[in-house]
């Protein structure tokens, strides 16, 4: 029943850490500017048995 944002997560140690956390069954958000890896990642979590989705996330820009 875990639930866990992941914010940058498709390069690196974010996408290591993704990809532990859906072998382990936690439900994933992956949140990141890079839009297609993002969408290849989740694909890839789920199809090893775990369950992510992914969308577009940009953290760089205050919002006034």
Do not use: M, N, Y
Request: glycine share 20%; hydrophobic share 45%; aromatic share 4%.
């Amino acid at each position: 029943g875990l639930q866990v944002p992941w914010s940058g997560a498709t390069r690196g140690i974010g996408a290591a850490i993704a990809r532990l956390f859906g072998a382990e069954g936690a439900w994933g958000l992956i949140g990141d500017i890079l839009e297609a890896e993002g969408h290849k990642l989740a694909t890839g979590i789920a199809a090893a048995g775990g369950t992510a989705c992914s969308d577009r996330l940009g953290v760089t820009r205050e919002i006034s």
